[in-house]
């Protein structure tokens, strides 16, 4: 065996070879200088490693790994009725503009409706629903203030809030309803911008 026997000096120094091969590596270490100095040179280090106290203080592996875990960040469980209710929450801008949609839908059909009766293509018994046809009445009235006592002035009033006020019930209802949902969409981004922020700040 010409080629030295390195790869095996380990194994013949831990008396695991058997049969065939370690009469192989016997016979090589018999004529080869190099592979013998080698397998002293084992030999040293593994009684230098049996001297050496044994190290102290070193923690254990599982207790290691078990501190490494805690360490890193974890995101919380969320329940299902969380993930529900984030869900909810990014989809507040589609419902507020299906919301707005519908109102708008439901104006433009009412005022188509209305418009219709006005023109008398309707029952003349549906007219008391249109307060648009009010509208001109309590402008007359408004403009004779000027000899009217207090109670014409109280009737007036009263006529106006019946009649929905100047813009009729229909405007004045379809203004409220797109404050209501700008206010409420403004609300969303603002919690939208401070959750944002939160999480940057986590991140950093």
């Given at each position: 065996m010409t080629e030295h026997v390195t790869a095996w000096l380990g194994a013949y120094h831990d008396g695991e070879l058997r049969g065939r091969r370690l009469r192989q590596v016997e016979d090589h270490l018999a004529h080869c200088?190099?592979?013998?100095?080698?397998?002293?040179?084992l030999r040293a280090l593994a009684v230098l490693l049996g001297e050496s106290p044994v190290a102290e203080g070193l923690m254990?592996?599982?207790?290691?790994?078990?501190?490494?875990?805690?360490?890193?960040?974890r995101r919380p469980?969320?329940?299902?009725?969380q993930g529900a209710l984030e869900f909810g929450w990014r989809l507040?801008?589609?419902?507020?503009?299906?919301?707005?949609?519908?109102?708008?839908?439901?104006?433009?059909?009412s005022g188509v409706v209305m418009g219709a009766l006005q023109l008398g293509l309707g029952s003349d018994v549906t007219t008391w629903?249109?307060?648009?046809?009010?509208?001109?009445?309590?402008?007359?009235?408004?403009?004779?203030?000027?000899?009217?006592?207090?109670?014409?002035?109280g009737?007036?009033?009263?006529?106006?809030?019946?009649?929905?006020g100047p813009l009729?019930?229909?405007?004045?209802l379809n203004l409220v309803s797109l404050v209501v949902i700008g206010l409420l969409y403004c609300s969303?981004?603002?919690?939208?911008?401070?959750?944002r922020q939160h999480r940057g700040e986590g991140a950093t």
């Open positions: 200088a190099t592979c013998r100095a080698e397998l002293e040179r254990p592996r599982e207790r290691f790994v078990a501190q490494v875990v805690l360490r890193l960040p469980v969320r329940t299902a009725w507040t801008p589609v419902g507020l503009l299906g919301a707005w949609a519908f109102i708008q839908a439901v104006f433009l059909v629903l249109l307060p648009a046809s009010r509208q001109g009445s309590w402008l007359a009235e408004v403009f004779g203030l000027s000899g009217a006592s207090l109670s014409d002035i009737q007036i009033a009263l006529q106006l809030l019946d009649s929905g009729g019930w229909g405007v004045t969303w981004l603002a919690s939208w911008w401070a959750r």
